[in-house]
């Protein structure tokens, strides 16, 4: 199975902008979907956005939609998450996740990685 790895998380303002990255492990990276997934302390882990093994298609939860924008490279195997005017209410940890097609669920991811967090300060 792929590993991956995030990075990027940090601490940023009320409006701010981060850039996430999740790198896989592997040549077969072309051949899965990949979820970001964000947990906040407290609450469940829920659906951020997704995309297809390809590119062409894009999922995203309303609460990020029009701020977020998922995106990815296979020539690098890293799949990235563009963060724009970033709420307090974003603050948790994000995790990417592989599957082999679209899902919101998380139990339909296979592989993990260890998550970065986010904070982002009022």
């Known amino acids: 199975q792929v590993q991956l790895v995030e990075s990027g998380g940090g601490l940023v303002q009320a409006g701010g902008s981060l850039r996430l990255s999740c790198a896989a492990s592997?040549?077969?990276?072309?051949?899965?979907?990949i979820a970001w997934f964000c947990q906040a302390p407290g609450k469940e882990r829920e659906f951020v956005a997704a995309?297809?093994?390809?590119?062409?298609?894009?999922d995203y939860a309303d609460s990020v939609k029009g701020r977020f924008t998922i995106s990815r490279d296979n020539a690098k195997n890293t799949v990235y998450l563009q963060m724009n005017s970033l709420k307090p209410e974003d603050t948790a940890v994000y995790y990417c996740?592989?599957?082999?097609?679209?899902?919101?669920?998380?139990?339909?991811?296979?592989?993990w990685g260890q998550g970065t967090q986010v904070t982002v300060s009022s």
């Open positions: 996740a592989a599957t082999r097609s679209l899902h919101r669920v998380v139990g339909m991811y296979f592989s």
């Open positions: 995309i297809s093994r390809s590119g062409g298609t894009t």
């Open positions: 592997g040549r077969t990276f072309s051949t899965y979907a």
